[in-house]
């Protein structure tokens, strides 16, 4: 061969060991692993204590005591109920609205697209902000929606103002933020669904209600377990949406755990019980989590199969 | 499916008709909403016949606010500068070591390697105000509190994650066959990730930035927490601005429209790639 | 060029070894094919070579110098991969300039080089085009040319026929041996295909689940396989196997097929007694025109013409299945009874229990000098 070879007779080492090299390369992730897990501990440590900011004097361990009080306290019980009333209302809701769009746009046309990109101009708002442009939208001054409610004959619906309607305010922004992001995984994966046992069953005369709840369905379950139990984790902490609306109010309507937390730690300055209380979140989210990651580990793998 | 009814067709076109009003109208009515003077807006019944002004916008961008009272100082632009800056800065960041670690995990399995990224996956679900609020006292001590440093090392919690699983997929996708080759052609493992993977990786990575500077922007609750005023993103501002402009509603929604529209332009543009990131990659769009 | 050896080198992946105790030479300019079934580990033992996967044990010695620690870009090694491995956002032109971008090359010589490669493999009209837009035998071409590119002074070549049709094989099988002499490096070739490893190799290393199994010259290898496996996996048509039982009477070694003696030498006197595997290969059984003594009867069912050869399917009188092959133009029965006569120098005969040959022999073992 005419080109020379150039191989160098002295062979270079390596300076880093392959073994060390990919310790390394995720050190960076290592640490902030490290910034959320000392945090994540002292949180547990003072969760153990009885420690007010603002009587620095008496802080001291109590131990269980933090737990032990939620017991006979009704607010952490109010808590308990609200955050679930939200995070199963809000997910059903969207669940359910979020597969009916999903269905309604699942031929590739050119319309269904269009409407399928627009729908994700909600959920790239900022949940806080949309909590605000509803805010506006229902103010008892000028909002649109309350001049539509009088129109119907409602004169006086007081939206997040209200105890009797601040729930279903929050949740109907939550529903407007988050049900595109349910509809476009379903969308994916009803998309992404062989078109065979469509094809037979069409062939079959099987009627098409049934044809969507002995085949769709079953097929697009893992979806709609990943997509739920995905906002499940993330609606039963929600806090943007709440605190930007109504800032837990009116009363204790809204006390969700994060802005109970917030509040807890910022307004009362009882950082022993907001760490407790957000404590009882996490196992709940950890709970989740932890059946979520397998499920969407299976769908992760499918998904990169298919590529 | 082939086989639809006249009545079916009406039916679906009104479904899909009420979706995209449900869904589109509040952009739309805040945004002629900041097209309006005060008067315009307060309207009863309210009306979509006025003449549009940019006068909000224009309050907005000098910083004076004109109320019946006085003359209100406002920093809405400072805001905006914050959003930008502290997105634009974790992003990169993130990126910077996220995209090396992905390449770690994909290519090495190494001991812990898994157990790093499932602690981030894991804290990714996790209660943010958990960490947040000790985070907030350890700031304290350590001079972080209110310091830009301490918000993009606190926004790493949303990007680096983010990153890490996207990104680590696309990588996982390249055949470790193509960059043996290039090694064994005379390339060192550096020039190789930076001629190979990363170039292969590109899309992804293009992808996860995009994502996960969206998410950075939208976050609210970090900065509620550890910023003052002069260094809260859009979010916090424009819940501070509204009780403190009181009833200048036509510049609330301008401040709206502002804060969204680059998440909005963004998320058109990357539409392609968001199902996938949205999904942490479950999901192909 | 260079030398090559491994010694005792071992991977293991989890717990799997899939390289195991792997030690051999080869010598400079040499061509040494690695054999074996898909899985057998060939793949893997390449890449501990080339250096991009760390063996867990044993060492490397390239020119008589310690692998270990060393990158694979500095080992002075080029390779091409059974799935081609381009470089899918590079033009053909680039992915064969890689070995030479490396280096105070100036821009002129780079493409000298290329080109020269390019047209050895006829490939010069096709450079600009993505690994896309070529056609699989354009890529295989792209691939190799990648290889041999920057001259290295050993070539690791991964079954680089096995993903193209069989034509452009046929073609490339003629071709290879000519180019690597050309290129006078030393080779290490991996392969699944026997008639590939015949063609091209000097020595054969038959790997068999991590192991080598035996190293030989390509005859050694056919004549006197070590193993059962070895003598099954080489040849075509394949070796006739027969179930015996090795006996022994004052003539000396023997085993009876279709009640005819078919003597063995002393050499092979450790089967007497014992359940063996008797091969044969087809093409040292010739059909006699007549019943003569030694010769044994068979029924002949199919005929098939191979383009050099003709292979008869017969029964014996058990009815035990016989290939027999004889070379294409000779005259032989077509249909009907017939009498074929065994050369019994050609005898091989194996353990049944391990499979393992039982003449070891050893010549091949030791046989570490081969003709440069």
């Known amino acids: 061969m005419p080109v020379p070879s150039s191989v160098p007779k002295r062979r270079g080492k390596r300076l880093v060991s392959r073994r060390v090299l990919p310790y390394m390369l995720s050190l960076p992730a290592l640490l902030v692993c490290i910034g959320i897990l000392v945090p994540f501990i002292t949180a547990i440590y003072y969760s153990l204590q009885r420690f007010r900011l603002s009587q620095p004097w008496a802080r001291e361990m109590n131990w269980g005591q933090n737990y032990v009080r939620f017991m006979t306290d009704s607010d952490f019980w109010n808590t308990l109920l609200v955050s679930l009333e939200y995070a199963?209302?809000?997910?059903?809701?969207?669940?359910?609205?979020?597969?009916?769009?999903?269905?309604?746009?699942?031929?590739?046309?050119?319309?269904?697209?269009?409407?399928?990109?627009?729908?994700?101009?909600?959920?790239?708002?900022?949940?806080?902000?949309?909590?605000?442009?509803?805010?506006?939208?229902?103010?008892?001054?000028?909002?649109?929606?309350?001049?539509?409610?009088?129109?119907?004959?409602?004169?006086?619906?007081?939206?997040?103002?209200?105890?009797?309607?601040?729930?279903?305010?929050?949740?109907?922004?939550?529903?407007?933020?988050?049900?595109?992001?349910?509809?476009?995984?379903?969308?994916?994966?009803?998309?992404?669904?062989?078109?065979?046992?469509?094809?037979?069953?069409?062939?079959?005369?099987?009627?098409?209600?049934?044809?969507?709840?002995?085949?769709?369905?079953?097929?697009?379950?893992?979806?709609?377990?990943?997509?739920?139990?995905?906002?499940?984790?993330?609606?039963?902490?929600?806090?943007?949406?709440?605190?930007?609306?109504?800032?837990?109010?009116?009363?204790?309507?809204?006390?969700?755990?994060?802005?109970?937390?917030?509040?807890?730690?910022?307004?009362?300055?009882?950082?022993?019980?907001?760490?407790?209380?957000?404590?009882?979140?996490?196992?709940?989210?950890?709970?989740?989590?932890?059946?979520?990651?397998?499920?969407?580990?299976?769908?992760r793998e499918r998904a990169r199969g298919e590529a | 499916m082939e086989y639809q009814s006249k009545l079916e067709t009406v039916l679906r076109g009104i479904a899909l008709l009420l979706v995209v009003v449900f869904f589109m109208f509040p952009i739309f009515w805040i945004f002629l909403m900041s097209l309006q003077t005060n008067e315009t807006i307060l309207r009863v019944p309210p009306s979509i016949n006025f003449e549009p002004t940019l006068s909000n916008y224009r309050a907005l961008i000098t910083g004076k606010l004109e109320t019946s009272a006085a003359s209100l100082e406002i920093n809405f632009l400072r805001n905006l500068w914050n959003s930008v800056f502290l997105s634009v800065a974790s992003v990169a960041l993130a990126l910077l070591l996220g995209v090396p670690a992905a390449y770690a995990f994909a290519r090495h399995k190494f001991k812990g390697s898994e157990d790093i990224a499932f602690t981030l996956l894991s804290f990714r679900f996790a209660p943010p105000l958990l960490v947040l609020l000790p985070l907030s006292l350890y700031f304290q001590k350590m001079g972080l509190a209110d310091t830009y440093l301490g918000l993009i090392w606190v926004?790493?919690?949303?990007?680096?994650?983010?990153?890490?699983?996207?990104?680590?997929?696309?990588?996982?996708?390249?055949?470790?066959?193509?960059?043996?080759?290039?090694?064994?052609?005379?390339?060192?493992?550096?020039?190789?990730?930076?001629?190979?993977?990363?170039?292969?990786?590109?899309?992804?990575?293009?992808?996860?930035?995009?994502?996960?500077?969206?998410?950075?922007?939208?976050?609210?609750?970090?900065?509620?927490?550890?910023a003052s005023a002069d260094k809260q993103p859009v979010t916090v501002g424009a819940l501070a601005f509204i009780t403190a402009s009181g009833i200048q509603y036509g510049q609330i929604a301008a401040a709206i429209v502002m804060s969204i529209a680059p998440t909005l332009a963004l998320a058109l543009y990357a539409q392609k790639y968001l199902v996938e990131g949205l999904s942490l990659g479950a999901v192909k769009g | 060029m260079s030398t090559l050896e491994l010694r005792g080198v071992t991977k293991?992946?989890?717990?799997?070894?899939?390289?195991?105790?792997?030690?051999?030479?080869?010598?400079?300019?040499?061509?040494?094919?690695?054999?074996?079934?898909?899985?057998?580990?060939?793949?893997?033992?390449?890449?501990?070579?080339?250096?991009?996967?760390?063996?867990?044990?044993?060492?490397i010695f390239i020119d008589d110098e310690d692998m270990e620690g060393v990158e694979a870009e500095h080992r002075g090694v080029g390779m091409a991969f059974q799935n081609f491995a381009l470089f899918p956002h590079m033009n053909a032109f680039d992915n064969i300039a890689s070995p030479l971008t490396v280096g105070k090359r100036s821009r002129d010589e780079v493409k000298a080089g290329v080109e020269q490669v390019a047209k050895l493999l006829k490939i010069d009209h096709v450079l600009h085009h993505t690994p896309r837009e070529l056609s699989n035998g354009q890529k295989q071409r792209t691939s190799l040319a990648r290889a041999l590119a920057g001259s290295p002074p050993l070539l690791l070549l991964d079954d680089p026929l096995r993903n193209v049709d069989a034509k452009l094989r046929f073609e490339m099988r003629l071709e290879l041996p000519l180019l690597l002499e050309a290129q006078g490096?030393?080779?290490?070739?991996?392969?699944?295909?026997?008639?590939?490893?015949?063609?091209?190799?000097?020595?054969?290393?038959?790997?068999?689940?991590?192991?080598?199994?035996?190293?030989?010259?390509?005859?050694?290898?056919?004549?006197?396989?070590?193993?059962?496996?070895?003598?099954?996996?080489?040849?075509?048509?394949?070796?006739?196997?027969?179930?015996?039982?090795?006996?022994?009477?004052?003539?000396?070694?023997?085993?009876?097929?279709?009640?005819?003696?078919?003597?063995?030498?002393?050499?092979?006197?450790?089967?007497?007694?014992?359940?063996?595997?008797?091969?044969?290969?087809?093409?040292?059984?010739?059909?006699?025109?007549?019943?003569?003594?030694?010769?044994?009867?068979?029924?002949?069912?199919?005929?098939?013409?191979?383009?050099?050869?003709?292979?008869?399917?017969?029964?014996?009188?058990?009815?035990?299945?016989?290939?027999?092959?004889?070379?294409?133009?000779?005259?032989?029965?077509?249909?009907?009874?017939?009498?074929?006569?065994?050369?019994?120098?050609?005898?091989?005969?194996?353990?049944?229990?391990?499979?393992?040959?039982?003449?070891?022999?050893t010549k091949s073992d030791t046989d570490r000098e081969v003709a440069a």
Not at chain 1, 190 to 218: K, M, N, Y
Not at chain 2, 161 to 187: C, K, M, N, Q, T
């Open chain 2, 155 to 226: 926004y790493q919690l949303i990007c680096l994650p983010l990153i890490l699983w996207i990104v680590r997929g696309y990588f996982e996708d390249i055949s470790p066959d193509i960059e043996y080759a290039y090694r064994v052609a005379g390339h060192s493992w550096f020039s190789t990730f930076r001629k190979i993977a990363l170039p292969l990786a590109g899309p992804g990575i293009a992808a996860a930035g995009l994502l996960a500077f969206i998410f950075a922007w939208n976050n609210f609750i970090f900065a509620l927490v550890l």
């Open chain 3, 12 to 59: 293991r992946y989890k717990k799997e070894t899939v390289v195991d105790n792997v030690s051999l030479t080869v010598a400079d300019g040499e061509t040494l094919v690695l054999f074996g079934p898909s899985g057998a580990g060939k793949t893997v033992l390449l890449r501990l070579i080339a250096g991009v996967v760390d063996p867990e044990e044993g060492h």
């Open chain 1, 88 to 299: 199963f209302l809000t997910v059903g809701l969207e669940l359910v609205l979020g597969l009916g769009i999903a269905l309604l746009l699942q031929k590739r046309t050119k319309l269904n697209n269009a409407v399928s990109i627009m729908l994700l101009m909600p959920l790239m708002t900022a949940p806080a902000l949309a909590a605000l442009m509803w805010k506006l939208m229902t103010n008892p001054g000028f909002g649109i929606l309350n001049y539509f409610l009088t129109l119907v004959g409602i004169d006086d619906f007081r939206w997040g103002a209200s105890p009797s309607s601040a729930l279903f305010t929050v949740v109907l922004v939550d529903i407007w933020v988050y049900t595109p992001f349910i509809m476009i995984l379903l969308l994916a994966g009803l998309r992404s669904l062989p078109t065979q046992p469509f094809e037979a069953a069409a062939l079959d005369g099987v009627p098409r209600t049934q044809q969507f709840f002995r085949i769709t369905l079953p097929m697009l379950t893992p979806y709609i377990l990943t997509a739920a139990l995905f906002r499940l984790l993330e609606s039963i902490q929600q806090f943007d949406i709440i605190y930007a609306m109504t800032q837990g109010g009116p009363g204790d309507t809204l006390m969700v755990f994060q802005v109970e937390a917030y509040l807890n730690f910022f307004q009362s300055t009882n950082v022993g019980r907001s760490s407790a209380l957000l404590l009882i979140l996490w196992a709940i989210t950890f709970f989740i989590s932890n059946i979520f990651i397998k499920n969407w580990l299976r769908l």
């Open chain 3, 185 to 361: 490096a030393t080779v290490i070739y991996v392969t699944q295909d026997y008639k590939e490893a015949m063609a091209l190799g000097q020595r054969i290393a038959v790997l068999s689940e991590g192991k080598i199994e035996q190293i030989g010259t390509t005859e050694q290898i056919y004549l006197s396989p070590k193993t059962l496996d070895i003598a099954r996996l080489f040849g075509d048509p394949v070796i006739n196997l027969y179930d015996v039982k090795g006996k022994q009477d004052t003539d000396g070694v023997f085993v009876e097929l279709s009640q005819q003696r078919l003597s063995l030498d002393d050499s092979k006197a450790q089967c007497i007694d014992k359940d063996a595997v008797l091969g044969i290969r087809p093409e040292s059984i010739k059909f006699v025109p007549e019943n003569t003594a030694g010769s044994i009867p068979v029924v002949i069912e199919a005929e098939t013409p191979l383009n050099e050869k003709i292979v008869t399917l017969a029964l014996t009188e058990g009815g035990r299945e016989m290939l027999i092959s004889r070379p294409s133009g000779t005259a032989g029965p077509t249909a009907g009874k017939a009498f074929v006569t065994i050369d019994q120098s050609a005898l091989l005969i194996f353990d049944k229990a391990t499979g393992n040959n039982f003449v070891e022999s």
